[in-house]
């Protein structure tokens, strides 16, 4: 046997176990994905929490793993425990109105221009039996005919979504542990297919990148929460405290704001309180803009030197193609795109040195 036959047998012998141990592991590449990204985000609190406990890794990583799931439990527990006191209605609303119609709210009809409108687009479908399952008719809710079937089919997904966030702990808890020695794992295996060099300019990009487009979203995401919660304290919404709290948690998607604000601005017209509504709506429109438009690619883009571009496509094409997780890998990815953009550029560069034109 050649020494090419022996290598091309090496490499798909290589392939092979890589390919059989993703198929294996296909079920557990997003509890895994989502603890790279918060060990990558968190990675500089466990290098000063372990230094302050003697090196201690086990306990450092369980203290962190500790924090990172009182961060997440937490709020949504309190917001599980405002949630659960109205589901019951909510529920029964939803299912009676897919069942026998909504009828027409009266102020509709006073609405200028376009009330009639859609005071008639209103009669036409949502006030017709099952009209609310044929406007929605991708999301299953034809299916629900009992307020019990709703929420068996929420506690369904709801523990699904709580086993993966298990397993993310889980994960998270021994990247920490094990997280130097993967990375040098990880250095070695860039090392042997790249040269040490180039590896080394792509290796620096994603930290950067995952820990600016978590700062970026989160943090911009909780304040838009804030911001629109006073709005909503001052229209005279009920318990503001949860809607701000749901407007924060949909505001780390690039304009999921809206479907807050909006059905909070929705639910004060069915009140009768026009101008709180119009009010709602205008504050968080303003809200929503600055943010995603200038504040959050610009705290992205500073730390990443990506393009305004760059980093709009790099978040709303992840989330379009990935879903939620695509909103940190998105950046991740067209920060190494312009690396490698940048990298042409230089090597052309040097061609041209390399090879100066003697023409006349």
């Known amino acids: 046997m ?12 290589s392939l092979t176990l890589i390919a059989l141990a993703a198929f294996v592991m296909q079920r557990f590449f997003l509890p895994l994905v989502w ?23 086990i306990l450092s990583a369980a203290l962190l793993t500790l924090a990172c799931a009182c961060v997440f439990v937490l709020p949504v527990l309190l917001a599980l425990t405002q949630a659960a006191r109205q589901a019951p209605q909510l529920a029964a609303f939803i299912a009676g109105a897919n069942t026998d119609g909504i009828a027409v709210p009266v102020f509709l009809h006073g609405l200028p221009l376009v009330g009639e409108a859609i ?3 209103w009669l036409a479908t949502l006030s017709q039996p099952h009209g609310l399952a044929h ?77 600016a487009t978590v700062n970026g979203l989160v943090l911009v995401g909780l304040a838009e929460g804030v911001l629109i919660g006073i709005g909503y304290a001052l229209a005279g919404l009920a318990s503001p405290a949860l809607w701000a709290a ?13 479907l807050a604000f909006v059905s909070a ?19 968080g429109g303003v809200v929503l803009f600055v943010a995603d438009h200038f504040v959050r690619p610009g705290m992205i ?36 795109f312009m690396t490698l953009w940048y990298e042409a550029d230089v090597f052309d560069s040097r061609v041209a040195v390399a090879s100066p034109d003697h023409s006349v």
């Open 135 to 211: 406007l929605l008719s991708g999301s299953g809710l034809g299916s629900f005919h009992t307020a019990g079937d709703m929420l068996k089919s929420m506690g369904a997904g709801f523990f699904h979504r709580l086993v993966d966030f298990g397993l993310a702990l889980l994960c998270l808890f021994f990247f920490y542990k094990d997280g130097m020695a993967l990375t040098r794992q990880i250095t070695a295996i860039g090392n042997h297919c790249f040269s040490q060099q180039r590896w080394d300019r792509y290796a620096a990009k994603i930290p950067t990148a995952i820990r």
């Open 301 to 336: 883009g500073n730390a990443t030197r990506l393009p305004f571009l760059a980093v709009l496509f790099g978040i709303l094409g992840g989330v379009e193609t990935m879903g939620l997780v695509g909103l940190f890998i998105g950046p991740v990815v067209m920060v190494l």
């Open 265 to 283: 601005a929705a639910l004060l017209l069915v009140q009768g309180s026009v101008p709180a509504a119009v009010g709602v709506a205008a504050w």
């Open 119 to 121: 005071a008639d687009w």
């Open 246 to 258: 749901v407007t924060g948690i949909l505001a780390i998607i690039p304009f999921g704001a809206p």
């Open 2 to 13: 050649t020494d090419s036959q022996r290598d091309l047998l090496s490499a798909s012998f």
């Open 35 to 57: 603890a790279g990204i918060l060990c990558v985000a968190t990675w500089p609190l466990y290098r000063r929490l372990l230094a302050r406990l003697g090196n201690r890794a």
